[in-house]
């Protein structure tokens, strides 16, 4: 690849510390010298989110959290924050969490302190999505960004390991995605990289020991630099089929990512062979495939996106959506036919080597 390239870098304070989560947030809102906190966390991570929270004024606590961020769930948070005058945004959860205060900021500017518990990234990056009438838009605005991000590792511990190989493939994904993005460069590739060495690192461990500190701190590090790398690159052909896979089809966010990777990555990789190889040797393996489906092995990863709920009524609808959304600089030109075949491949968990020589 050529070293002419333009690459912007997203200014955020990150700090991470296994069990330090309580006093980073206190000393960060003295530090922005909020006085009026709104704390958005779901039902299940409110417990976590009380103790996360414990030596800060909380003016408005907030739990109305729904996958893929509906807009009417976003109004309602908006107004919620605006007649309460807050001047802080808090997000203690995954995902979902950390969207919503996204749609807050969208509109309000008012700034953001992620704390995640999963590792979906979403935190690292200035995208936002909003799902409307079976239909999820995203887009970038650098409001949304939050300015702080609270990495504990200890906070991941509750996470079951299926809900962590869910997650931690999704980052996977980012750094994937980033190999080929739309605005790809060296910088978002080598961090794209190694968020794969960590994460194939910390996932195992994980596995084999769900309270291994060492191996969800190797994931939230691996996530970091998965949606950092994301956030550069842009969103590729990946994260552009799952958007559509999750707002019209409403399939979970995580295991779609985790179901679909090995089938992009077969799709991409022979009209990608430097991309490949960067992959290739993150992972340790021969080729890129070989290293991600050894790993996807190991974590018994998802495998059919017919495990959740998707079904081939779906695959030429999905197909219809997603090839315009496909950047026209994928390494592989996207056809409805090359794309219903990646569809139906990936919904009964067929063998992803079939993409290599489609």
Known sequence: MSLTFDHVTLGQRVLFGTGNAAANLAAEVTRLGANRVMVIASDFETPMARTVAADIDVALWHH????????GVAEKARAAAAEHGIDLLVCVGGGSTTGLAKAIAMTSRLPIIAVPTTYAGSEATNVWGLTEAARKTTGVDDAVLPVTVIYDAALTLSLPVDMSVASGLNGMAHCIDSMWGPRVDPINQALGAEGIRALSQGLPLITEDPSSVEGREQALYGAYLSAVAFASAGSG??????????????????????????????????????????????????????????????????????????????????????????????PRPATTQNLTRLLEAALTGEDPRVLLDL
Do not use: W
């Open 237 to 330: 052909i990946h994260h552009k089929i799952c958007h559509v896979l999750g707002g019209t089809f409403n399939l979970p966010h995580a295991q779609t990512h985790a179901t679909v990777l090995p089938y992009v990555l077969a799709f991409n990789a022979p009209a990608a062979p430097d991309a490949e190889a960067r992959i290739a040797a993150a992972f340790g393996t021969a080729d890129a495939l070989t290293g991600l489906q050894d790993l996807r092995k190991r974590l018994d990863a998802p495998k059919a996106l017919k495990v959740y709920g998707f079904t081939a009524d779906g695959i030429a609808k999905a197909a219809e959506i997603i090839l315009p959304a496909v950047p026209a600089s994928n």
């Open 64 to 71: 109305d959290v729904v996958m893929h961020v509906p807009i």
